[in-house]
RNA sequence: GCGCCCAUAGCUCAGCUGGAUAGAGCACCGGCCUUCUAAGCCGGGGGUCGGAGGUUCGAGUCCUCCUGGGCGCGCCA
């Protein structure tokens, strides 16, 4: 419907340009959409307003010339006004509006959809990337439902798209996991092994230890550190892996690619963008870092607290590139630290030869990015071809309280109970219903309901009353004869306000999944769908004395084409979101708890 | 101290990259089921869009400053 009419506009600019009325040096940025108030027409356009300027001449005076000279060969465009400061108020031709829907039967399971990576564009969403040091907690479920979602809307924006998790089975936290299992499986053979401070205490530990005992029998108990240390850790990181992808898969989370960082290490990625960077002479030795000097630091800040443990070593001249100041990249030893490792893993990306690719961050990760950025644009890449998606925190309630979550304190909330407890699909649908960068409060009270205040449901059972329209209508006699039996006739038996209102608005499905996959915004394809769903309901309660099946079977398969219309924008939708479009549902009981 | 993010109805949040009269859900009040699902609909109250300047035809949206909150500032990962 936009791009219809955005044609008509410009084929009016170009026709008033020969004819020498307006100048029009460039394709002005102007929008066609549809207006809050609906007595200004099906849609309206600025594009008078935008050009004053460059024309010098008053807006209402181009939107007068474009109203004047209209190019419509097709008799699109059934009247078209000047409204307010210029506004080109346009109405479309009935049969226009009443024809809306046939693109979406037509495309059926593609609605919405640009054909699969059709774009030629190969990006790559990196998420959830959780330490394998246990099992995978509410923390990481807002950037993990985020980030499927994101990758969901890029797939149908028609790129190639490959997610992505990049295992951080490297350094000390996994160390001290493979230690942690190692004293538990003593344990298990009755010796003493009192667990140290920062050490992980709980359950899953104990049945690693189980398995290595059951696997190997006592044959670590004597054997030296160097010995057993790596053994336990590619255990416990095997195990805690397995049970993190069983995690995601029940949130309907997916990964098509598990990236290592211990293989960076072992095939010599690391201590090759270290190389990398000294040959192209970005990096220097010394004791401390540059950029540094004249800043002041409070004494409590952590970088106060740990500032006699610098060493000297490598440094990268990330200071230059937008960062506070250098960072090191070498210890004095010649071992790499964690950024070094995070570098050679985008510059692995970068190599494997994406277009676009996107790290999805959490906000207490968001230090990180100034020095990602520097170390990137270091590699002598395109730096524009990085994106972050920071994911703000989240902040857990239960009926207004907040529930503390800690690891020390063993307090943890697993994802997988928190599924098992609420069903992915309303938690799915809580996270991708905010934008990334506002903080949240998850109210465990509400998702967990299985009642009619989960808002979730109200979306379902939208998609369900469509589908039960159409069984109806089956049941007696009528069903939907199908996109290709629908003609003009039909169509034009929509006359009602409600029924050309929602048939403007599906039509808009591709337009929104564009404009959110280029913003990598999930949520406003949900909120599409409320507002449709809305007006649904409204339709369906207002003229239940008219209703869809009736007795003039023509109007009753306009209608219907126009519920199966709906019901496929939102199936398509829900697709993209990952929500399920159920094709009925329950009803509720009043004493649902 | 510095950096990033946020501030919109009592609460949780949208507001489509600057458009016309700022919306939804929850909560509250009042209505609507012998009919294709009442997990729904209709109506009502409720707002100096944190504050102050600025940019322009036009600002919740962009810029500056201020206030308040979150996160971060390690040769941990």
């Known amino acids: 419907m936009r791009t219809l009419v955005a044609a008509i506009v410009d084929a009016t600019l170009n026709a008033l340009k020969e004819q020498g009325a307006l100048k029009l040096q460039a394709r002005p940025e102007y929008v066609v959409e549809p207006p809050k108030n609906p007595t200004h027409g099906d849609l309206s356009c600025n594009v008078a307003m935008v050009m004053a300027k460059a024309e010098g001449l008053p807006p209402r005076k181009i939107a007068e010339a474009i109203v004047a000279g209209l190019v419509d060969h097709d008799g699109v465009v059934a009247k078209v006004e000047v409204a307010g400061p210029g506004f080109l108020n346009l109405t479309l031709r009935d049969?226009?509006?009443?024809?809306?829907?046939?693109?979406?039967?037509?495309?059926?399971?593609?609605?919405?959809?640009r054909p699969r990576a059709s774009t030629g564009k190969r990006v790559l969403v990196e998420f959830v990337s959780a330490n394998p040091t246990g099992p995978i907690h509410i923390g990481h479920a807002r950037g993990a439902f985020l980030g499927d979602g994101v990758a969901r809307l890029l797939e149908a924006a028609g790129h190639d798209v490959t997610r992505e998790f990049y295992i951080n089975d490297f350094g000390k936290q996994v160390e001290t996991l493979g230690r942690t299992v190692h004293k538990r499986y003593q344990q298990l053979f009755g010796i003493e092994a009192p667990l140290a401070e920062g050490e992980y205490p709980a359950q899953y530990v104990v049945d690693i230890a189980q398995k290595l005992k059951d696997r190997d029998g006592d044959r670590w108990l004597r054997a030296a550190a160097d010995q057993w240390l790596p053994v336990c850790m590619q255990l416990a990181i095997d195990e805690n892996m397995a049970a993190i992808k069983v995690s995601l898969a029940h949130a309907h989370i997916r990964h098509d690619v598990f990236s290592s960082e211990a293989a960076l290490h072992q095939g010599g990625k690391v201590l090759g963008v270290a190389r990398h960077y000294q040959a192209r002479g970005v990096t220097y030795d010394a004791d401390r870092a540059q950029g540094t000097e004249e800043k002041v630091r409070r004494e409590d800040?952590?970088?106060?607290?740990?500032?006699?443990?610098?060493?000297?070593?490598?440094f990268l001249i990330t200071s230059r590139h937008g960062d506070d100041e250098d960072r090191i990249i070498l210890r004095r030893d010649g071992t790499p630290v964690y950024l070094t490792a995070d570098l050679a893993y985008h510059k692995d990306k970068f190599d494997r030869g994406f277009d676009r690719i996107i790290d999805v961050f959490g906000a207490d990760h968001s230090g990180h990015v100034p020095r990602i950025k520097a170390g990137v644009e270091l590699l002598g890449v395109d730096l524009k071809k990085l994106e972050f998606l920071l994911v703000q925190m989240v902040r857990i309630t239960r009926d207004g309280q907040e529930v503390k979550v800690s690891k020390r304190k063993g307090t943890v909330f697993e994802l997988d109970d928190l599924i098992e407890e609420a069903g992915a699909d309303p938690c799915r649908f809580i996270f991708l219903s905010k934008t990334?960068?506002?903080?949240?409060?998850?109210d465990l009270a509400l998702v967990e309901k299985q009642s009619k205040d989960n808002p979730v449901f109200y979306f379902q059972y939208g998609h369900a009353r469509c589908a039960s329209i159409l069984r109806f209508a089956a049941d007696k006699g009528q069903p939907f004869a199908g996109v290709a039996a629908i003609t003009d006739a039909h169509v034009a038996r929509l006359v009602l306000p409600e029924e050309k209102s929602i048939l403007?608005?599906?039509s808009a499905l591709p337009d929104v999944v564009s404009g959110a996959a280029e913003a990598l915004e999930p949520h406003r394809v949900l909120y599409f769908c409320q507002e449709l769903i809305a007006e649904l309901h409204s339709y369906y309660t207002k003229y239940r004395s008219d209703p869809v099946v009736s007795d003039d079977r023509e109007k009753t398969q306009a209608r219907l084409y126009l519920i199966a219309a709906l019901k496929q924008t939102l199936k398509s939708a829900f697709a993209i979101l990952g929500i399920d479009a159920p094709e009925s549902m329950s009803r509720a009981t009043d004493d649902d708890e």
């Open 95 to 113: 049969l226009v509006v009443q024809r809306l829907g046939l693109r979406a039967l037509q495309a059926g399971e593609g609605w919405g959809r």
């Open 301 to 314: 800040s952590k970088a106060a607290q740990f500032a006699d443990r610098q060493l000297g070593g490598t």
């Open 436 to 442: 990334a960068n506002a903080q949240l409060d998850f």
């Open 504 to 506: 403007k608005r599906l």
